[in-house]
């Protein structure tokens, strides 16, 4: 299991949202750029960014945005109000080694379905692709949290698997920007329903111990740490030295 670390940006800041509430916010003294070269001077080869902005339907962050990742090596997985299949073949195209899509795939029956036809060309568009599914008592949540969607979990989930999608960013909602612990229930309940998924764990990470137990877990590919980095809980160096001995590699 990878811990990728995370980077949340609002108006051009760093910051971490508590339960993803806009009004509940931390702001890091550190630029993007800065903790971006921080990661990758410790040996991150993958780094997590969202634009909250992008994520209300806000664009104002992103050229700054993208100025940034395109001066780093880092692999970037990145995602924040990504509604168009134009808008996925942009960002594949200009080197965003995974994009994440919520808010379109889930609203818009047909989305999933054109995406996935991008597999057919020489570019494998939808190999870049991580379907991110936010939880909050088993109630999708989408448009940055602000919305439920009818949809079942597990429905949603088989759908994504029928059309060739098996990387899962699932967070729990209850859990993040809170510090006390993973989702192991629910991120349990995922790996049981499915042999195939590659799933990544979000939210609520504290301590070594929280990624130890996830780990325990036998089958999530990677998890998002971010607000206990920030917050001295997990050093850099720690994610080091256990990345180093994970067997996954970008």
């Known amino acids: 299991m990878?811990?990728?670390?995370?980077?949340?940006v609002l108006d051009k800041k760093?910051?971490?949202l508590r339960e993803g509430n806009y009004q509940d916010v931390t702001t890091y003294d550190i630029s993007l750029d800065e903790q971006i070269k921080k990661y990758y001077a410790n040996g991150t080869e993958l780094v997590h960014i969202i634009d909250l902005n992008g994520a209300k339907g806000d664009f104002s962050n992103q050229e700054y945005l993208f100025d940034i990742i395109r001066k780093t090596d880092m692999k970037v997985q990145y995602g924040g109000g990504v509604r168009s299949i134009d808008k996925v073949k942009e960002l594949v195209d200009a080197g965003i080694y995974r994009v994440i899509v919520g808010t379109q795939a889930i609203t818009n029956p047909t989305f999933l379905e054109e995406l996935a036809t991008l597999n057919q060309g020489p570019v494998k568009y939808a190999d870049h692709i991580v379907i991110a599914i936010d939880v909050l008592d088993e109630v999708i949540k989408y448009s940055g949290?602000?919305?439920?969607?009818?949809?079942?979990?597990?429905?949603y989930i088989d759908k994504c698997l029928a059309l060739g999608f098996f990387r899962f960013l699932c967070t729990d909602i209850s859990k993040d920007g809170k510090l006390g612990g993973a989702g192991v229930e629910l991120y349990k309940k995922l790996l049981d329903h499915s042999p195939i998924i590659k799933l990544i764990g979000s939210g609520g990470i504290s301590s070594m111990k929280d990624i130890e137990e996830l780990n325990a877990l036998g089958r999530i590919e990677s998890v998002?740490?971010?607000?206990?980095?920030?917050?001295?809980?997990?050093s850099i160096e720690e994610i080091k030295d256990w990345n180093l001995k994970a067997l996954i590699k970008f």
């Not at 990878?2 to 949340?8: G, Q, R, V």
């Not at 998002?224 to 997990?234: F, P």
Request: net charge neutral; hydrophobic share 50%.
């Open 224 to 234: 998002v740490v971010g607000k206990a980095i920030y917050e001295n809980k997990i």
């Open 14 to 16: 760093v910051v971490r």
């Open 145 to 155: 949290w602000l919305e439920s969607s009818p949809i079942k979990l597990i429905e």
């Open 2 to 8: 990878y811990i990728i670390p995370a980077i949340d």
